[in-house]
């Protein structure tokens, strides 16, 4: 207590007493709740305090100016009292704060897990870098597409048998829309842009309706298309080659087998020989050496009329490939689906 105010409340016993009394009960508050109790009982109405300085206009005119002087101090010594209190308690309760939220840096952090490439993204990269390196660029187009671009435009007119149905997601209420099938549709888009000579691969998201160990609703494809005067399908062929080698191994050979695309003629499916077993036949190639791995062709003259390149001027090839298949065969994926079970036992393979 203020030194001063003790000596001028040793005037007044009943006020040092009331004085006395308030200041130790605050001292020994622990908590905000307890010094607020504290506050109400010392300093509210129906403290001894305030009665007391309400009697003081009642008192004889010896007594008041004292009485006065002295409780008006008294008071602002309490409430002085309280402040310091609070800003005690306040300041403990940080300190404890600190003491129990504080961080040991010299503990090992949290490890931090981490992520890797889907199998496909990997694929796909590779896939691309391949082709890069060959001179290609690399061209991307919408998955919702038109009937024009998936089929019309690719050379396979309304009623044609290629258009089989029950492959293709039709977009409800657009008689037009449907999530493309191929990226072939890009194709037509690049050439639409671009004159020749066009060196394109496309990669992409698919869609068809099918579901099973071999085939998902969405999967992804790698288109190729190079158009350029005096194409050949010896390039076709030196182009895969090289490609089959890059990918599954120097040893790898390609066959060429006749097969049917509306959008290319004459058409093949390649095989890679196989790289389980290198050709002699087993289960994986079902004992024939052989593996399918895309399909591809000379781009048909009718598809050029569509973009008004001149067939006299220009030909090219082009070719399609699945990513999941290409995954599967060079990791010996059985199952398809296992792609997209996000089950990270399974990616945490590759
Ligand atoms: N678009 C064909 C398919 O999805 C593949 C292909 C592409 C064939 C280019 C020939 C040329 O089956």
């Known amino acids: 207590m203020d030194f001063d105010l003790k000596k001028q409340l040793q005037r007044h016993p009943g006020l040092a007493a009331i004085y006395e009394k308030a200041a130790a009960d605050i001292a020994a508050a622990e908590t905000e709740a307890a010094l607020e109790a504290a506050r109400v009982r010392h300093l509210g109405r129906k403290s001894e305090l305030s009665r007391m300085l309400r009697a003081i206009p009642g008192m004889s005119p010896s007594e008041r100016p004292l009485a006065g002087k002295l409780g008006n101090q008294a008071r602002a010594a309490v409430e002085q009292a309280l402040a310091g209190r609070r800003q005690a308690l306040e300041s403990e309760a940080l300190d404890r704060r600190l003491a129990e939220e504080r961080v040991d840096i010299t503990l090992p952090g949290e490890p931090f897990p981490n992520g890797r490439l889907h199998l ?13 390196g060959l001179g290609y660029r690399i061209a991307e187009g919408p998955e919702i597409e038109t009937d024009y671009y998936n089929f019309t435009a690719l050379n396979t007119p309304e009623g044609h048998p290629a258009r089989s149905l029950h492959d293709t997601f039709f977009i409800e ?54 158009v350029d ?9 030196g182009t895969l080659e090289a490609f089959a080698k890059a990918m599954f191994g120097a040893e790898r050979q390609i066959r060429l087998r006749p097969h049917y695309f509306p959008f290319t003629e004459p058409s093949v499916e390649v095989d890679v020989s196989c790289m389980i077993c290198g050709g002699e036949g087993c289960r994986s190639c079902k004992q024939s050496g052989w593996l399918e791995i895309l399909g591809a062709g000379l781009v048909d003259p009718n598809v050029f009329g569509f973009v008004n390149y001149e067939p006299d001027e220009v030909t090219g090839f082009a070719f399609g490939m699945g990513v999941e298949r290409i995954a599967m065969l060079k990791h010996g994926v059985t199952d398809l689906r296992m792609f997209y079970d996000n089950d990270l036992r399974f990616i945490k393979q590759f």
């Open 229 to 237: 005067e005096r194409i050949t399908m010896a390039d076709l062929k």
């Open 120 to 132: 496909i993204t990997q694929t796909l990269w590779e896939i691309e870098d391949i082709f890069t």
């Open 173 to 226: 209420g657009e008689a037009e829309a449907l999530l493309r099938t191929h990226t072939s549709p890009v194709q037509i888009r690049v050439m639409e842009k671009e004159d020749p000579p066009v060196y394109v691969i496309i990669p992409g998201r698919v869609y068809r309706r099918d579901s099973d160990a071999t085939h998902t609703p969405m999967f992804h494809q790698v288109e190729g298309l190079a």
